[in-house]
Each structure stands twice: as structure tokens, then as C-alpha cells.
């Protein structure tokens, strides 16, 4: 069965900074792009940032670059997200996804909140 | 950015009846081998999104057939054939051709 297991969300205050991690099991984990998509309440989902297989790559959408940063570990399956100078708009359920030409994997989410 | 554009944004359907959701997109999103790089999400209340159709046309596993996608290009439809009552929801496309990757506003599905 596959499982991605993020963890790492909360409440800060803008400016701060925070760690997601996610946890992956039940498939290939180093042949699968990993991805950090979020959700704000209520609201759409935009993809935030991507990371090849072997961490060669990694993307950004431009209102994070600068602030956040993508990693993985394939020896223990997981991959990070790290991110700082946090502001309200980044206020949102973050998804771990892992995927590749065929497969969409999708976590639970975990909520991060900026507020004050 | 790659715009897409879905419509309508609300769709109340008669349980049993079709549904059609449309999807625009800014740019071409076919890529240099000749995929196209579209897919569908569906996302029930308080869940996870889950794709349902990759490359425009083709169904993930587990997924209904009375789903369907089709188009070409930069237009783009999501058929239910018949609605049942697990299908409420919002249904996404998302286009993974340019970066940054990008989904529609979504499709709420209610029942009527």
C-alpha cells in the first residue's frame, strides 16, 4: 500500500520558519519526482516546488524562491521542504506528492499556519 | 505562468445524468514527443485530491469508466457519463507541460 506522511506543520508567525517532512512506503521512491503542492483554506491548489529522482533538479514557483527549499533522501525515502521568512499568504494544507510518467501519489496534508 | 481556465465552476447534476467539465489552457500543452500533458484531479470534502485521468485521455486505475477525457492542444473535456453520488467534489485539471506546473480553479460537483 502506498503511503506519504507528512509532518512537520503548525502555527508561526511571519518571518519565522518551518520544516515539512514526508514520509514515503509502498512504492519506488527513487525513481519517483517528489512534489510540495499547497492548499489555502478554501481555496485552489498550486504546485509549489518539484525535485528529480536523483535531486539534481528542483523548481520553484516564483512566490516561494528565495524562501523555500526542496531536498529528499532516497536512502531513507522522505523528502523535505524548509521554509523561511514565512508570511500569511503561505497559510495553507501542504500535500506531498510522488509521481512519475504513471503514478500520482498524494498524502494527507499538513496545515501550516502564519499568523500573529 | 500557463493559465487554465475550467468551466463552469459550479455544476449541479440530477443524480444518473451526465456532467461535462471544460478546461483552457494559455499554451499548447503538448511536448516535443507528442504527449500531452494534462491531467484530471477529483477532491472530495475534506480529502486528498486524487488524479483520475493522466495524459488527457487515459483512466488510473481504480477509476470508473463512466469517466472520460478527451482534447487536444489547449481544450480540454472531463465527461462523467452517468452521476452517482460519490462524485460530488471539485475536479481539477492541471497542466504539467510548462513550469511552473498549474491547475484550473476547479469544478464544484453537487447534487441536485
Known amino acids: 500500500e502506498v503511503q506519504l506522511v507528512e509532518s512537520g506543520g503548525g502555527l508561526v508567525q511571519p518571518g519565522e520558519s518551518l520544516r515539512l517532512s514526508c514520509a514515503a512506503s509502498g512504492f519506488t521512491f527513487i525513481t519517483h519526482w517528489m512534489s510540495w503542492v499547497r492548499q489555502a483554506p478554501g481555496k485552489g491548489l498550486e504546485w509549489v516546488a518539484h525535485i528529480h529522482p536523483d535531486g539534481s533538479e528542483k523548481k520553484y514557483v516564483d512566490s516561494v524562491k528565495g524562501r523555500f527549499s526542496i531536498s529528499r533522501d532516497n536512502a531513507k525515502s522522505s523528502v523535505y521542504v524548509q521554509m523561511n521568512s514565512l508570511r500569511v499568504e503561505d497559510t495553507a494544507v501542504y500535500y506531498c506528492v510522488g509521481w512519475d510518467q504513471f503514478d500520482n501519489y498524494w498524502g494527507q496534508g499538513t496545515l501550516v499556519t502564519v499568523s500573529s | 505562468d500557463v493559465v487554465m481556465t475550467q468551466s463552469p465552476l459550479s455544476l449541479p447534476v440530477t443524480l444518473g445524468q451526465p456532467a461535462s467539465i471544460s478546461c483552457r489552457s494559455s499554451e499548447s500543452l503538448v511536448y516535443t514527443d507528442g504527449n500531452t500533458f494534462l491531467h484530471w484531479f477529483h477532491q472530495r470534502p475534506g480529502q486528498s485530491p486524487r488524479r483520475l485521468i493522466y495524459?488527457?485521455?487515459n483512466r488510473d486505475s481504480g477509476v470508473p469508466d463512466r469517466f472520460s477525457g478527451s482534447g487536444s492542444g489547449t481544450d480540454f473535456t472531463l465527461k462523467i457519463s452517468r452521476v452517482e453520488a460519490e462524485d460530488v467534489g471539485v475536479y481539477y485539471c492541471?497542466?504539467?507541460?510548462?513550469?511552473?506546473?498549474?491547475f484550473g480553479q476547479g469544478t464544484k460537483l453537487e447534487i441536485k
Open positions: 492541471m497542466q504539467y507541460r510548462h513550469w511552473p506546473h498549474t
Open positions: 495524459r488527457v485521455s
